[in-house]
């Protein structure tokens, strides 16, 4: 066993936790490359590198595991055969890195925890992988992983997306799911979203399961050789044929509202879409053929690209990342473009504002649109009744627009508001599923699903979150790219029916509703030292709340890591990190961590009255939230030091 030798300098440079992980990993591996870059890096004395790839065990966030998979100084020994700046032929050495031994490990602490719910049962998970670095390598390791341990694998022949692999799991009766992505992070980036049977982001208890098997195994060595000693009998890979793909297009395309006026105006109407080099491409257009919608692909971002070469990053929440679309719409005078993330459970999208130019709309807009849209055609159609309204609801996120809110009042619903993390509107769902309590849930017609739900449960109209993440049905438990271009499609359809353009339909929400915007601050913090920073900066919010924004007192502040909340129907909401202050206005600013990311977000909201002069009243709440974003940043400056 190689034995790892430390310089009295490394020891004066590196943290403990550093030096512990170091040498538990290099007296452990077995690959020559693990212990050859560790060796470069030492004798590189790059410290910060080391302490960034070594300084904790990774950990699970929101929705699961997340790390760079190259290091920012990536060694001879990981690039191996592969050419600088593409993937490195080995993924990078480290405990904080994404990379085979955590991927296995991590895998097998979820088959562990599985075998701890059902000792006896053939257990089947299904595994999905997207476009980035090592993510087909990592699903191969992860069936490994669970064949080991006796379990069963179904996996894709190529990569699909996120929502695919939720509808996936409940469509073939497994007990859990496992998605390969780090959605549209850097290229460098890749991680693993794991998944319960219902089809959603593995919650609480079974989070805090997972992450102790995974614990107990990071720490002793002997416990996973100690379990496999039990397991009798080898699991099996099987691939997933193309009935799985049509299954899903099938349930995708029953969310559909109003197909007659698709059919009369989809001639009047081109969108321009791209799959920003991700796993849209593979359903997609499948979707939009099948209403015959006219609509073009950006060309060179079909493909596959695990560098995403045409972007600075792959977030369809993002100006740049839309350009080459934009460009292809403004030639082809298209009407709006649509662009979904790598593993395609966001959207973004741009329209034509009132002077023909094309315009971003952010995550609450295109939400309430959907809210509004699909909440208004259920009411006109007879579907939402006064009879049944109370059992319809909206659920969002507690930092999403109050628009919704909103809407839910107007048309006479609930609405439901969750932490943040598409896993709480999947448990939701899950909540109204098991209250109906009908054993066939899953095989019974979407309509006859939705009476039984607004009869005896709670039927969601609409879920969504202000990160570009939605869903308009309960086929799938998390957020779905693919159905969210679908329904953006419909809407920009029924406005064209109704004379109006996208832009038109959201002013006419204002109008009805209010006047609703928001701004999202985010600042990053990287590395062993960044992380400590966030932390200080959330405690010191917590610790020392300040009194005044904007010339307004702070009237009231909601810690949602010390206060108990409950929501709509009365489930207590967990503890997290979450503190929002209010102003006398109305006004609010949400502040956070991310769960995947090195940054800690701030979310900012105000409304107004939509009377009179609508472009000014926007004018003036979007110089508001700017201004309060500077005052924010400079408080950020002084609270870090």
Known sequence: ?????????????????????????????????????????????????????????????????????????????????????????????????????????????????????????????????????????????????????????????EDRSTPQLSFSVRHFGAQAGIMITASHNPPHDNGMKFYSADGGQVVEPHASGITKHFADMAKDASVLPALLKTVKGKGTSRTLDASADQAYQDAVASIVLEPEVIKATRDQIKFVYSPLHGTGIRATPALLDRFGFRYS???????????????????????????????????????????????????????????????????????????????????????????????????????????????????????IDTLTGFKYIGEKMLEYERKLGAPDYNAMDPKARRAALLEKSRFVIFGGEESYGYTGGDYVRDKDGNAAVLMFAEVAAWAKSQGQTLADYLDQIYRECGYFVEKLGTLTFEGASGAQQIQKLLASFRSHPPAEYQGQKVTGVDDFGQQEFHDADGKKIPKEILLIFHLADGSRVAVRGSGTEPKIKFYFFTRAAATGDLEQVKAERRAFLEKWWEEVQTDVKKRVG
Request: aromatic fraction near 6%.
């Open 297 to 415: 692909i950006v060309g060179k971002q079909r493909t596959a690209d695990s560098t995403f070469s045409t972007v600075k990053s792959p977030n369809p929440e993002n100006a740049e990342a839309l350009s080459l679309a934009i460009a292809q719409a403004e030639q082809e005078q298209a009407d709006a473009v649509m662009a979904t993330d790598p593993d395609c459970d966001r959207m973004g999208v741009a329209v034509r504002d009132a002077s023909g130019r094309m315009v971003l709309l952010t995550g609450n807009q295109i939400g309430s649109i959907f809210a509004y849209y699909r909440t208004s055609r259920l009411v006109a159609q007879g579907v939402l009744t006064e009879a049944n309204r109370k059992n319809a609801v909206i659920i969002k996120t507690f930092v999403t627009t109050d628009l919704q809110k909103q809407i839910a009042e107007k048309f006479g619903v609930g609405c």
């Open 1 to 157: 066993m190689a034995t790892l030798a430390l310089s009295d300098e490394a020891r004066t440079k590196l943290l403990p936790t550093t030096q512990a992980n170091l040498a538990r990993v290099y007296e452990a591996q077995t690959a020559p490359h693990d212990r050859a870059a560790v060796d470069e890096l030492l004798a590189a004395q790059a410290w910060t590198e080391l302490d960034d790839r070594f300084y904790r065990d990774i950990a699970f966030g929101t929705g699961g595991m997340r790390g760079r998979t190259a290091g920012k100084v990536v060694t001879k020994a990981e690039l191996g055969r592969s050419a600088a700046g593409s993937c490195p032929e080995f993924s990078g050495t480290g405990t904080n890195m994404l990379n085979d031994a955590n991927v296995h490990r991590a895998v097998s602490a979820l088959g562990a925890y599985l075998l701890g719910l059902a000792p006896v049962r053939k257990l089947s998970v299904v595994i999905a992988h997207d476009v980035r670095f090592f993510s087909k390598a990592f699903s191969q390791v992860a069936a490994e992983a669970l064949n080991d341990l006796g379990i069963d694998a179904l996996l894709f022949s």
